[in-house]
């Protein structure tokens, strides 16, 4: 018997890489080291249903437990890797064992940025990545009256949503002059800061916090750079998150926003794998090298290593998409919308069901689709096959997508 794939790692691509490997048809022992005392979880729920209680804690565990003990796999939940070997292929544990690796996977994901503040340390002051942190933010929100959200990208939007739902009062505070800047076109922006209004959620742009006050230890106000104040019981910070490569870095691998790999999801070691929220990859719809952090790419990239491993290696091509959601809109997002230079719309911003595609010198990169599931699905279709479409036809809503000719083979 090989010594074992080792995952380090037990968030949704590490879990995805061992279920796959299994799937696969790999019979020789895999063994996954996670620092989070839990069994896999998914973490989209946690801003979202789980934090309005739509959602319990058990129901977000992507497999039951008895799942590891039937297929194979080692969980050795609550165990942090601290060291590589690479020259001996062992990992060592800080617990202070070893364990011996054939094929190395990386699936370390991210930490939240910490704000660095006066008044960041006060009790009240919340980030969200874990279920653990879930569960303590959903626990202060039961007493809280006055909650500031810090960060308008997707989790601060969403854990604003969740805290009006909730019946909260709510304010966002984000540094850009709109929301989400860094995602979506300013027409979306602007869309979702007139959903978040629209639900008495006040939405401060283009300022930033400069300190928190509090009392007796716990945070009571922030203080923003436009000179106001805002009561807050709870501070929710969502500004983003780094990924966690110095293990990686540590053992010598090369890094830059990520670990890097190559389009099969390799390290310049040929026995160490990253995938997920930590992997820097070039990826054909960036143009480029890009981490991207969503539950498509860590799933695909968990697949794609496992048939890799099992020696039916392919280049790392799949779509990217996304979603979120906020009081009653689900944004769909599928292709990577940065360094587009046209956008065009489908169908009516004001029935809140439209799409926006975005164009790259004449080529179609990414659509953002708000309540229609349909363009969304179409969209993947679209960018997975390069089927060549106008902007004229992308706004033509008389015109049916899935009836657009075959790409030509040049394409
Ligand atoms: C609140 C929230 C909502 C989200 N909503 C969406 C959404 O709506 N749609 C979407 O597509 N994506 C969403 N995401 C993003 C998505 O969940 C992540 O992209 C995905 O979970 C990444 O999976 P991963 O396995 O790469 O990393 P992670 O989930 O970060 O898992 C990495 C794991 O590795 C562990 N680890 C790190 N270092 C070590 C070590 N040295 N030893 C042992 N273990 C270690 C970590 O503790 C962690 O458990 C959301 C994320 C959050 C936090």
């Not at 039951?64 to 001996?88: C, M, T, W």
């Not at 969740?162 to 989400?180: C, D, F, I």
């Amino acid at each position: 018997m090989r010594a074992p794939v080792v995952i380090i790692g037990t968030g949704q691509a590490g879990f995805q890489a061992a279920a796959s490997l299994r799937a696969e048809g790999y019979d020789d022992p895999v063994v996954m080291i996670g620092e989070e005392p839990h069994h896999p979880y998914q973490r989209p729920p946690l801003s979202k249903a789980f934090m309005t209680g739509k959602q319990d804690a058990q129901n977000i565990f992507l497999r039951p437990s008895a799942f590891y003990q039937d297929h194979r796999i080692d969980l050795l939940a609550g165990e942090k890797a601290v060291e590589i070997d690479r020259a001996n292929r062992r990992v060592r544990l800080a617990s202070g064992s070893n364990v011996a690796y054939q094929t190395l996977v990386l699936a370390t994901g991210a930490r939240v940025r910490t704000l660095p503040i006066r008044g960041a340390e006060l009790d009240g002051v919340c980030y969200l990545r874990t279920v653990d942190d879930a569960i303590d933010i959903k626990t202060r929100l039961e007493d809280a009256r006055n909650v500031v959200v810090i960060g308008g990208g997707f989790i601060g939007l969403e854990l604003a949503s969740s805290a009006r739902s909730l019946g909260k009062s709510v304010t966002v505070v984000e540094l850009q002059p709109r929301l989400m800047a860094r995602m979506v076109a300013p027409l979306l922006s602007e869309f979702y800061r007139k959903v978040h209004s629209g639900q008495a959620v006040e939405i401060v742009l283009g300022a930033a916090p400069v300190e928190i006050r509090g009392q007796d230890g716990r945070a009571r106000e922030v203080r923003l750079s436009d000179g106001t104040l805002r009561p807050a019981d709870v501070v929710a910070v969502g500004i983003g998150v780094l990924p966690n490569f110095e293990l990686a870095r540590d053992a010598g691998l090369a890094v830059s926003n990520g670990i890097a790999v190559d389009a099969y999801l390799r390290t310049g070691d040929e026995n160490i794998y990253a995938i997920g929220d930590c992997a820097e990859h070039p990826n054909v719809f960036a143009a480029g090298r890009v981490r991207l952090e969503s539950v498509q790419n860590a799933v695909d990239q968990g697949r794609s290593v496992a048939a890799a491993i099992e020696g039916r290696p392919h280049r790392y091509e799949s779509v990217p998409w996304f979603w979120t959601d906020q009081f009653d809109v689900r944004l769909q997002m599928v292709g990577l919308s940065m360094g587009h230079d046209r956008i065009v719309t489908r169908g009516d911003p004001q029935s809140r069901k439209f799409s926006v595609f975005y164009f790259r010198k004449g080529r179609l990169i990414a659509i953002d689709s708000i309540n229609r599931p349909a363009d969304h699905m179409i969209g993947r279709k679209l960018l997975a096959s390069g089927v060549a479409l106008t902007p004229d036809q992308a706004s033509d809503e008389s015109l049916d997508l899935k009836r657009l000719p075959p790409a030509s083979p040049s394409m």
